[in-house]
């Protein structure tokens, strides 16, 4: 047992991370595509970029009975939200609310439509995408701001969609995973109209303060770099600490059932370990997945890297035995 820790803990012979062979392909096209990263970027062709990337890297968006753009009120103005639905009308039920990624500085409905198409065949729900608004222009605490408003809209008016829900599951990706858990929280601490009964965190960022371990290892050469959450990070310009930040430090023994997935190839990886630790510490019911051999993002890849479907197949599969439960 003594010689497999010291192993461990002497990284200069660990043998390299695997990689599935189409998230390698990905990988090597990107790198020899010679396009600057995109924190290297002006801020408006960063954006048209990550939105591009759907078209070159993403599946084609699923035919749904309901794809409508509509607006909530705000707190500094209409949010734009998105509804999908593979039903024309349905029974009471539960609807999902949808939070992109972009590090809060790039992303919108259209980087993450594909995904939210499927999300909506696949569960047989509901889904509402939020627009919520992004940094620099708008900092911290802007985007939870958005976003909480939103599910509070949602949980009061479903019958504005036809719909009548009877409680809220949560979900996005990285910068939209740490949404996720912050407007869960805050919805715990003071509910809504509706009960939240679930949550789905993928790739989440929940700490701002992670260095060493898998924010090291996998710093460059895996689409998200060390270099690239540095400029989110600055561009976020939210205050350290801050629990509607670093949400591990919110409270956590009030959580609903969570889904939380990782990458085995992320930056973050680590961070969504450490916080799934926490919560089946704190006696949250958790499902924790990890996606060996593959790279942050992995939802909106799904024709770069084939194996992500798979992926995002075993992510609805998790999510509709979690609300079984």
């Not at 002006?42 to 939105?51: E, K, Q, S």
């Not at 749904?64 to 949010?79: E, M």
């Not at 926490?278 to 909106?300: N, P, Q, S, W």
Request: negative net charge.
């Amino acid at each position: 047992m003594s010689d497999t820790i010291e192993i461990e803990r002497d990284t200069s012979t660990m043998s390299a991370p695997f990689v599935r062979p189409d998230v390698a392909m990905l990988l090597a096209m990107m790198a020899a595509s010679g396009a600057p990263p995109m924190d290297q970027m002006p801020l408006a062709d960063a954006r048209d970029a990550y939105r591009m990337m759907r078209f070159v890297a993403d599946a084609d968006p699923t035919e749904l009975a309901i794809v409508r753009d509509l607006t909530c009120p705000g707190p500094a103005g209409d949010i734009p939200l998105r509804y999908y639905d593979a039903r024309e009308s349905r029974e009471a039920g539960p609807a999902i609310m949808f939070f992109h990624g972009g590090g809060f500085v790039i992303g919108d409905l259209e980087t993450h439509h594909p995904y939210c198409t499927e999300l909506a065949a696949k569960m047989d729900l509901p889904v509402v995408a939020v627009d919520y608004r992004l940094a620099p222009e708008h900092p911290f605490p802007a985007a939870p701001t958005d976003c909480e408003a939103a599910a509070r809209w949602l949980a009061e008016n479903g019958k504005t969609l036809g719909l009548d829900i009877t409680g809220l599951v949560f979900t996005g990706d990285s910068a939209g995973g740490n949404l996720t858990i912050v407007v869960s929280q805050a919805l715990m601490a003071k509910p809504a109209a509706v009960p939240v009964i679930a949550q789905a965190p993928l790739y989440p960022v929940v700490d701002s303060s992670q260095t060493g371990g898998s924010f090291t290892e996998f710093a460059e050469g895996y689409l998200l770099t060390a270099e690239a959450m540095k400029w989110f990070g600055d561009s976020y310009a939210a205050t350290p600490g801050d629990p509607r930040n670093d949400c591990i430090h919110g409270e956590l023994a009030t959580l609903p059932p969570t889904l939380l997935v990782t990458a085995g190839l992320d930056p973050l990886r680590d961070q969504g370990r450490d916080f799934a630790a926490r919560l089946i510490k704190a006696g949250v019911d958790v499902t924790y997945m990890e996606m060996r051999g593959t790279i942050h993002g992995f939802i909106c890849l799904r024709k770069g890297v084939p194996s992500a479907q798979d992926d995002c197949d075993a992510i609805f599969r998790g999510m509709k035995a979690m609300l079984a439960r």
